[in-house]
């Protein structure tokens, strides 16, 4: 009894992630892939074992404009050859008939219930017209700011949850032992968006967000999108092409369970026009 016990325990400690206060991390650098877009991997360590990689897109919103599509459930390699994105990723939780849980705003038109109040977070973008006053694109805290989605002045938007790091740095989610591949939009303090991927599903959604806070990208919002199979990111530049999860493991996905990689909403990035 006592030899399956410390088995048992064995294989909790193996699995479960370590605290962020406990991660550290390679020294990395961008690289810079388009105009006003760049890239890194961060690999996370864990006593120098590397236990998991972070994927990052950092966005410049006045080189680069968002755009979110919604419809027929299908592949992101599907979704980006029919809006020609330059980086493309999954949007937030929908339900088992491919409907948004929380609302979605494409070019002005909603989709999905105008309020959830699960959902903690909208992601905006492009503003009616040119205001000064109005930033391109960012996140919106729904528990500090209560928003009516039919007066936004932004065409593009989403909602999700939960919202990991606030304004103020605090952590808005609580523990759990759940891991699982993420998918995170955030905002930085210099107004670019930042969109970080896990290649694998070694954190928690609490764990992350204390790892994010130990990086040095200056985070100032952080937003959790859809995770698990749906968590993916896909970048075609001219510069730079990158699939996460690659071609091969999508198909190893597949082929247990065919709907495992489709997604009815993403957001996409493309350049501006000048």
Not at 156 to 183: C, E, H, W, Y
Request: net charge neutral.
């Amino acid at each position: 009894m006592l030899s399956r016990f410390l088995f048992v325990l064995f294989f909790l400690i193996a699995v479960m992630p370590a605290s962020a206060q406990d991660l550290s991390y390679l020294d990395f650098s961008w690289k810079t892939i388009g105009k006003g877009l760049s890239f890194t991997r961060i690999e996370v360590l864990d006593k120098q074992a590397i236990v998991e990689c972070l994927e990052l897109v950092r966005i410049d919103p006045n080189l680069n404009s968002f755009g979110i599509f919604h419809g027929q459930p299908q592949r992101i390699s599907n979704w980006q050859e029919c809006t020609n994105a330059a980086v493309i990723f999954n949007a937030s939780y929908f339900t088992s008939q491919g409907q948004p849980c929380g609302a979605v705003l494409v070019d002005g038109t909603t989709y999905g219930p105008l309020k959830n109040s699960a959902m903690r977070g909208m992601f905006v973008a492009e503003p009616r017209g040119l205001s000064p006053d109005l930033p391109r694109a960012t996140i919106l805290d729904l528990t500090a700011t209560p928003v009516d989605i039919k007066k936004l002045p932004w065409t593009q938007g989403l909602m999700s949850f939960p919202l990991l790091l606030d304004s103020r740095g605090a952590i808005r989610v609580k523990n759990s032992d759940l891991q699982s591949q993420r998918t995170v939009i955030c905002t930085d303090r210099k107004g670019n968006i930042l969109v970080c991927h896990t290649a694998g599903d070694y954190f928690t959604l609490y764990e992350l967000a204390k790892y994010l806070k130990t990086i040095p990208l200056d985070i100032d919002m952080a937003l959790n999108l859809d995770g698990g199979s749906k968590a993916q990111l896909l970048i075609n530049t001219p510069d730079f092409n990158f699939a996460s999860p690659s071609y091969l493991e999508q198909s190893a996905r597949e082929f247990f369970d065919s709907d495992a990689s489709l997604l009815p909403t993403v957001i996409g990035v493309f350049p501006r026009k000048e």
